[in-house]
C-alpha cells in the first residue's frame, strides 16, 4: 500500500479504489499504522522523496527537486516543508547534501 501512496498527485480516493478498501478503511488503517490520516501520509512520503532526491541529484536546483518530487510548483514544496518540519526547502535540502 505505500506504493500506492508514493506515487504523486493522486487522490484518497484513488487510492482506496487501487487497493480496495473504501475511503473510510482506507483511513482507519493509516491511523492504525502510522498514527495519521492517508492525506498526510502522503504528504510525509513526498518530503521523504524530496530529500531522497536531495542527496543523490547534489546539484539540483530547488525548482528541479520540487517537480521531480511531485510537488506542484516550488511554493508549493515550500508552503509543505515549513508545515512539516519548521524549516525552509533550503535549509533542508542543505543539511540533506551534508551527509553525504
Do not use: N, W
Not at 479504489?17 to 493509516?30: A, K
Request: aromatic content about 4%.
Amino acid at each position: 500500500m505505500k506504493t500506492e501512496f508514493a506515487r504523486s498527485q493522486r487522490t484518497v480516493r484513488e487510492i482506496a479504489s487501487d487497493v480496495g478498501l473504501s475511503e473510510r478503511q482506507l483511513f482507519r488503517r493509516c491511523i492504525d499504522e502510522v498514527g495519521y490520516g492517508p492525506k498526510h501520509l502522503v504528504r510525509v512520503l513526498r518530503l521523504q522523496r524530496l530529500l531522497r532526491l536531495a542527496r543523490r541529484l547534489p546539484g539540483a536546483s530547488l525548482a528541479g527537486l520540487a517537480a521531480a518530487a511531485g510537488y506542484t510548483d516550488q511554493s508549493h514544496m515550500s508552503r509543505e516543508c515549513r508545515a512539516l518540519t519548521g524549516v525552509t526547502p533550503a535549509r533542508l535540502v542543505r543539511s540533506q547534501r551534508h551527509l553525504l
